[in-house]
T-cell receptor, first 111, second 113 residues
Framework: QKEVEQNSGPLSVPEGAIASLNCTYS??????FFWYRQYSGKSPELIMS????GDKEDGRFTAQLNKASQYVSLLIRDSQPSDSATYLC???????????FGSGTRLLVRP | KAGVTQTPRYLIKTRGQQVTLSCSPI?????VSWYQQTPGQGLQFLFE???????NKGNFPGRFSGRQFSNSRSEMNVSTLELGDSALYLC????????????FGSGTRLTVV
């Protein structure tokens, strides 16, 4: 099992819809998770971090963490074409300072 | 506040040559990590430095090396370049406490011909 798994997509949603991106992980000891957005040809940009079970909201973005089920998700409300990008889930490996990334989910928001 | 600065942005090298990439972290950040990104392999961790010490190393051959200076700036070096080393090399900085997300630079696009 990969340390961080994501569906590669593409996930296609109409403008204004809610986009739901999911990530599962194998290390039960993981304490922190990060969501990055990467536009084509650009570097990853940190958009959300979450450290405890439950939801964390920031504008149109909501991160959800369920440690018992070992998954973390990102919801994007009122999706816009400008949200079209690859979304990467990441967590530190064990208690090290090595950030492990999933392969990313490509999101397409149709106008 | 200045972001993470990587130089050069683009580089074309010939097989067998060596290359040095540079990264200046965000002011106050003491941790610098390097990643290789290719379409087929995604983001692969190379190494991480904190206060001039390498704390973590990924599964790359010894041709890939790095270092960090006292001002937290970092360099990575790839010797005896191979065609497969063509990739986007990304540097990311953080405070280095383990649970803070990293901020990435714009990357260096290396093409080996």
């Amino acid at each position: 099992q990969k340390e961080v798994e994501q569906n590669s997509g593409p996930l296609s949603v109409p403008e204004g819809a809610i986009a739901s991106l999911n990530c599962t992980y194998s290390d039960r000891g993981s304490q922190s998770f990060f969501w990055y957005r990467q536009y084509s040809g650009k570097s990853p940009e940190l958009i959300m971090s979450i450290y405890s079970n439950g939801d964390k909201e920031d504008g149109r973005f909501t991160a959800q963490l369920n440690k018992a089920s070992q998954y973390v998700s990102l919801l994007i409300r009122d999706s816009q074409p400008s949200d079209s990008a690859t979304y990467l889930c990441a967590r530190p490996r064990d208690s090290s300072y090595k950030l492990i990334f999933g392969s990313g989910t490509r999101l397409l928001v149709r106008p | 506040k200045a972001g993470v600065t990587q130089t050069p942005r683009y580089l074309i090298k010939t097989r067998g040559q060596q290359v040095t990439l540079s990264c200046s972290p965000i002011s106050g950040h003491r941790s610098v990590s390097w990643y290789q990104q290719t379409p087929g392999q995604g983001l692969q961790f190379l190494f991480e430095y904190f206060s001039e010490t390498q704390r973590n190393k990924g599964n790359f051959p010894g041709r890939f090396s790095g270092r960090q200076f006292s001002n937290s700036r970092s360099e990575m070096n790839v010797s005896t370049l191979e065609l497969g080393d063509s990739a986007l090399y990304l540097c990311a900085s953080s405070l280095g406490q383990g649970d803070d997300g990293y901020t990435f630079g714009s990357g260096t696009r290396l093409t080996v011909v």
